[in-house]
């Protein structure tokens, strides 16, 4: 089954620790998103890739680094730079051939919690 | 300015009657998309319905249909024959065709919850 993966569910981290959230995808879409969500609020976007070894910063890239290295493949490092992390973070992908048409497939969520 | 509002944080409907769920969007863009997400308490976003900027058409997807008003830059989403398994929030959100990043922006969301 195509799909979006991410690993694991729930994350615990100490303050100060870098952490990476894995995101996979099947679909063999170009483009990967990297969404956060607080409670009670809708989505906001971290980082985006469009292409292999390419990325852009969204709305809320401070303390956060991405890679793609692999079409299949978007994680995502919180830093310890990163002032306030516990949140929901959701992967998302999509075909980008330049129209706004192509709905976004999200995976599960990751939901990381900083103590 | 908010790109997308949702004015209705939460909403209560009795199983099987219909429900409306607004959204209303700003965009300065000729060509957009709109399209509405549901999420469940697992989580997950679940993609429902789209309807694009030129489509003549309200966009229906089996009990989920869009009442888009174009010129009043409204959204709405109507859930027919509600059922206990639609109790969720629910998002709209728009991408614009300008936007290179073709990035949704997401609305607040409201939470439905259909009564037995």
């Known amino acids: 089954d195509g799909g979006i993966t991410q690993s694991p569910k729930y994350l615990f981290r100490k303050e100060g620790q870098n952490v990476t959230l894995s995101c996979e995808q099947n679909l063999n879409h170009d483009a990967m998103y990297w969404y956060r969500q607080d409670p009670g609020q809708g989505l906001r976007l971290i980082y985006y890739s469009q292409i292999v070894n390419d990325f852009q910063k969204g709305d809320i890239a401070e303390g956060y680094s991405v890679s793609r290295e692999k079409k299949e493949s978007f994680p995502l490092t919180v830093t310890s730079a990163q002032k306030n992390p516990t949140a929901f973070y959701l992967c998302?992908?999509?075909?980008?051939?330049?129209?706004?048409?192509?709905?976004?497939?999200f995976g599960p969520g990751t939901r990381l919690t900083v103590t | 300015a908010q790109k997308i509002t949702q004015t209705q944080p939460g909403m209560f409907v009795q199983e099987k009657e219909a429900v409306t769920l607004d959204c209303t969007y700003d965009?300065?863009?000729?060509?957009?998309?709109l399209f509405w997400y549901k999420q469940p308490s697992s989580g997950e976003m679940i993609f429902l319905i789209y309807?694009?900027?030129?489509?003549?058409q309200n966009a229906t997807e089996g009990r989920y249909s869009l009442n888009f008003q174009k010129a009043r830059k409204s959204a709405n989403l109507v859930i027919s024959a509600s059922q206990l398994g639609d109790s969720a929030m629910y998002f709209c959100?728009?991408?614009?065709?300008?936007?290179?990043?073709?990035?949704?922006?997401f609305g607040s969301g409201t939470r439905l919850l259909v009564r037995p």
């Open positions: 998302a992908s999509s075909i980008d051939w330049g129209l706004p048409r192509y709905e976004q497939y």
């Open positions: 309807q694009g900027s030129y489509d003549e």
């Open positions: 959100a728009m991408r614009e065709g300008r936007d290179s990043s073709y990035k949704l922006i």
């Open positions: 965009t300065s863009d000729q060509s957009y998309g």
